[in-house]
Structures are given as structure tokens and as C-alpha cells.
């Protein structure tokens, strides 16, 4: 396993994230077996990686229950372990967003859910646009001061609203944001008009959710046919990616799969990897096999005409409905 410093802290953290979204009873193509679960769950830790993301929202607890029953016995000192806070919890009335209130108390819940006595990497998991940004950063403030919370992030916002927290935080000698989590991907580099020069800029450690577009980049879907499996049969968010553009990404990462005897998967995992702005992808494998596949993006290198040949297809434009689910 590689490992690297998240964003410009002294934290090191493998080259994979291991996303924990796939964990749970939600969605018909998530693992409903709990004990399947923990099994890829333990082979990661086992393989090297020690950064595991999750959220308060993911199956309404059960990822992150999961999650702690899976670490058990693990050494804590080297988990990095995160998770979210947005979403709704419950019905009525404070059951989502970012006050002090909600954010305090759904800190408590996740640790308890998590079997943990501190959170790595707290992040807000989207923008509240309620709440006073000074509201949040404060309670995120107070997590860090009493212990429960180590560092914070954030994750799919506009980098004027990212931005406005850092200048905040900075202004008030808040915690600073360190992470940023965005979808980012070989089609989906809508983030490159966005929110990643501003990370680059200030030093924020980023961790692309959806590094392989839902599946689309694993070779999992093919032109014309109307998808019957995998997240696609259930997911109108994933329409968006079949263009002719997207269509010819996966062409390119095919071939480059072919040349280097390599899995698609590892070819837009290694592309990713390639990025100088990119920390960590939370890759999100549902079995031990797709874990393995996964793996092997880190023995993948590609060299500056297959970067070129791969990125050519689409040009990055910021779309602020793009992302939001």
C-alpha cells in the first residue's frame, strides 16, 4: 500500500479511500449481507488501507454500524476513520442540516453507531444554505475542541461557498477545513471549472467520490444497450453519463487497459492517482474481487500521451445541478 499526507496535514492516509456507501440495506444494489460487507471491509484493512469514509445518511446509520463492527480489533491509531453530517435523520424539525444543534448531536450518534471515541474526519456534507456558515464552523470548532472530532472537511459545494468557510474560519480562528470531497472522475470533470484550483491553491487535500462514474468507467455498461444491472438499472443519476463524449473516455481507457494488461478500473483509478491535486479516491467495491481490481490501479502508470489521449474527449465546464444528489 502508498500513503500520503491528507491535504497539508501531518495525517497519512493510504492512496485509496475505502467508501462504505455500499454498505447497507437502502438501495437495491448495495450489500444487504452485513457479513459480506465486513468481509471487504477487513480485506482492505488488511491490504493496507487505512482511510474508510462513510455517513451519518448511508442507509440511515447502518454504513457507519457496519463500519464499527468491521474495525473492531483493528489497531484505532492507524484508522483514519470518516464520516458526514447533513442529511436528514429523522422527521420534524432540526432532523437535518448544519446548526450547532443538529451537527452536536449527530457527532454523538456517529460515534456511537462507529464504537469510537473520536471521529478522524468530519465533514459536512454538503452546503447549508439555513445556517450561517459561522453556526457550522463553530460547532465543528467545538467538536475539535472536546475531543470528538480530530480534523473536519467538506464536500460538493460551489468554490464561492467553499471559499467563504475558509475565509471564515480563517477570520474567527476557526478549524479550518482540510478536505474537500467531489465527484471527479474521467467523465465527470465538471470539478476542474469548480472547486479543485481553489483546493490547489489552498492547500486542501482532495477525495473524489464516484471515481469510476457510478461503474460506467469499470467497463461495466456498453453502447445502445439499456442497462439491466448494477447501479445504472436503478439510478437516472447515471443517464448523464452516457454521451458520446463519455462513450469515447471509455474507449480510450479500454484500449490503454488492453496495452498495459490492466482492468479498466485500474486504468481511470490510475488516472486519478495521476493527479497531483487528488489525495485519496474513495473507491467503493462491493465484493473482495472488486476490492482486488480496485487495488491494482496502484501498480498502474501511465505516461503523459495516455493522460493527454484520455482527458481529450471532454472539456471541463462547472455546472452547479451536476453532483447534487
Same mark, same amino acid.
Given at each position: 500500500?502508498?500513503?500520503?499526507?491528507?491535504?497539508?496535514?501531518?495525517?497519512?492516509? &493510504?492512496?485509496?479511500?475505502?467508501?462504505?456507501?455500499?454498505?447497507?440495506?437502502?438501495?437495491?444494489?448495495?450489500?444487504?449481507?452485513?457479513?459480506?460487507?465486513?468481509?471487504?471491509?477487513? #480485506?482492505?484493512?488488511?491490504?493496507?488501507?487505512?482511510?474508510?469514509?462513510?455517513?451519518?445518511?448511508?442507509?440511515?446509520?447502518?454504513?457507519? %454500524?457496519?463500519?464499527?463492527?468491521?474495525?473492531?480489533?483493528?489497531?484505532?491509531?492507524?484508522?483514519?476513520?470518516?464520516?458526514?453530517?447533513?442529511?436528514?435523520?429523522?422527521?420534524?424539525?432540526?432532523?437535518?442540516?448544519? &446548526?450547532?444543534?443538529?451537527?452536536?448531536?449527530?457527532?454523538?450518534?456517529?460515534?456511537? #453507531? /462507529?464504537?469510537?471515541?473520536?471521529?478522524?474526519?468530519?465533514?459536512?456534507? #454538503?452546503?447549508?444554505?439555513?445556517?450561517?456558515?459561522?453556526? @457550522?464552523?463553530?460547532?465543528?470548532?467545538?467538536?475539535?475542541?472536546?475531543?470528538?472530532?480530530?480534523?473536519?472537511?467538506?464536500? @460538493?459545494?460551489?468554490?464561492?461557498?467553499?471559499?467563504?468557510?475558509?475565509?471564515?474560519? %480563517?477570520?474567527?480562528?476557526?478549524?479550518?477545513?482540510?478536505?474537500?470531497?467531489?465527484?471527479?472522475?474521467?467523465?465527470?470533470?465538471?470539478?476542474? *471549472?469548480?472547486?479543485?484550483?481553489?483546493?490547489?491553491?489552498?492547500?486542501?487535500?482532495?477525495?473524489?467520490? &464516484?471515481?469510476?462514474?457510478?461503474?460506467?468507467?469499470?467497463?461495466?455498461?456498453?453502447?445502445?444497450?439499456?442497462?439491466?444491472?448494477?447501479?445504472?438499472?436503478?439510478?437516472?443519476?447515471? %443517464?448523464?453519463?452516457?454521451?458520446?463524449?463519455?462513450?469515447?473516455?471509455?474507449?480510450?481507457?479500454?484500449?490503454?487497459?488492453?496495452?498495459?494488461?490492466?482492468?479498466?478500473?485500474?486504468?481511470?483509478?490510475?488516472?486519478? /492517482?495521476?493527479?497531483?491535486?487528488?489525495?485519496?479516491?474513495?473507491?467503493?467495491?462491493? @465484493?473482495?474481487?472488486?476490492?482486488?481490481?480496485?487495488?491494482?490501479?496502484?501498480?498502474?502508470?501511465?505516461?503523459?500521451?495516455?493522460? *493527454?489521449?484520455?482527458?481529450?474527449?471532454?472539456?471541463?465546464?462547472?455546472?452547479?445541478?451536476?453532483?447534487?444528489?
Amino acid at each position: 500500500m502508498e500513503y500520503t499526507r491528507l491535504g497539508k496535514t501531518g495525517l497519512e492516509v &493510504s492512496r485509496l479511500c475505502l467508501g462504505c456507501m455500499n454498505f447497507g440495506t437502502e438501495q437495491p444494489w448495495m450489500v444487504h449481507d452485513r457479513e459480506e460487507g465486513i468481509a471487504v471491509i477487513r #480485506r482492505a484493512l488488511d491490504a493496507g488501507v487505512n482511510f474508510l469514509d462513510t455517513a451519518n445518511v448511508y442507509s440511515n446509520g447502518e454504513s457507519e %454500524e457496519i463500519v464499527g463492527e468491521a474495525i473492531e480489533g483493528y489497531d484505532r491509531e492507524e484508522l483514519v476513520v470518516a464520516t458526514k453530517v447533513y442529511g436528514r435523520m429523522r422527521e420534524g424539525p432540526n432532523g437535518r442540516g448544519l &446548526s450547532r444543534k443538529h451537527i452536536v448531536e449527530q457527532a454523538n450518534a456517529s460515534l456511537d #453507531r /462507529l464504537g469510537l471515541d473520536y471521529i478522524d474526519l468530519y465533514q459536512i456534507h #454538503r452546503w447549508d444554505e439555513h445556517t450561517p456558515i459561522e453556526e @457550522t464552523l463553530s460547532a465543528l470548532d467545538h467538536l475539535v475542541e472536546t475531543g470528538k472530532v480530530r480534523y473536519v472537511g467538506a464536500s @460538493t459545494m460551489a468554490a464561492w461557498q467553499f471559499m467563504k468557510a475558509l475565509h471564515v474560519s %480563517e477570520l474567527e480562528g476557526y478549524e479550518r477545513f482540510v478536505t474537500m470531497q467531489a465527484e471527479y472522475n474521467l467523465v465527470d470533470r465538471h470539478e476542474e *471549472a469548480n472547486v479543485l484550483p481553489l483546493c490547489r491553491d489552498q492547500d486542501v487535500g482532495v477525495i473524489p467520490w &464516484s471515481p469510476l462514474a457510478g461503474g460506467f468507467l469499470a467497463g461495466k455498461y456498453e453502447r445502445g444497450e439499456a442497462p439491466d444491472h448494477g447501479r445504472a438499472a436503478h439510478d437516472e443519476f447515471m %443517464e448523464k453519463r452516457f454521451t458520446d463524449e463519455s462513450w469515447a473516455v471509455l474507449d480510450a481507457v479500454r484500449e490503454i487497459a488492453e496495452r498495459e494488461d490492466a482492468s479498466p478500473t485500474q486504468v481511470s483509478l490510475a488516472w486519478l /492517482l495521476h493527479r497531483e491535486v487528488v489525495d485519496a479516491p474513495i473507491v467503493g467495491p462491493r @465484493t473482495i474481487e472488486h476490492l482486488e481490481d480496485n487495488l491494482g490501479a496502484l501498480d498502474v502508470e501511465l505516461t503523459d500521451d495516455d493522460l *493527454a489521449r484520455l482527458e481529450e474527449p471532454i472539456t471541463p465546464v462547472w455546472n452547479p445541478e451536476i453532483g447534487d444528489t
